[in-house]
């Protein structure tokens, strides 16, 4: 079971990210703080402080086309949002 699954890579992450060394991740929606702290120690090498979590609800959207009304929705997620260690940081970008 893979506990992380992505990064988040937006413009409110990446400022916490330089500003107060906080770093956020789409998660599995079953794992909790102490796995979350474990997976990402282990995967970036780096000391954990803290970790916050939130479950995010799937969003429903109605579309109005030729062919009638279309309702569909988004995938409901668990995002986590983890503080390193002072002096220390996550870079997304090396592997590219």
């Known amino acids: 079971m893979s506990i992380i699954i992505k990064p988040i890579v937006?413009?409110?992450?990446?400022?916490?990210?330089e500003?107060?060394?906080?770093?956020?991740?789409v998660v599995d929606r079953k794992a909790n703080k102490v796995q979350i702290?474990?997976?990402?120690?282990?995967?970036?090498?780096?000391?954990?402080?803290n970790v916050n979590t939130m479950n995010v609800r799937p969003d429903r959207s109605t579309k109005y086309t030729k062919s009638g009304m279309i309702s569909g929705k988004t995938n409901a997620f668990k995002k986590a949002i983890v503080q390193v260690q002072e002096g220390e940081t996550i870079d997304f970008y090396n592997n590219i």
Do not use: M, S
């Open 37 to 49: 702290k474990q997976a990402v120690e282990a995967a970036y090498g780096v000391t954990i402080v």
């Open 19 to 25: 500003t107060l060394n906080q770093f956020g991740f």
């Open 10 to 17: 937006t413009e409110k992450v990446t400022k916490q990210g």
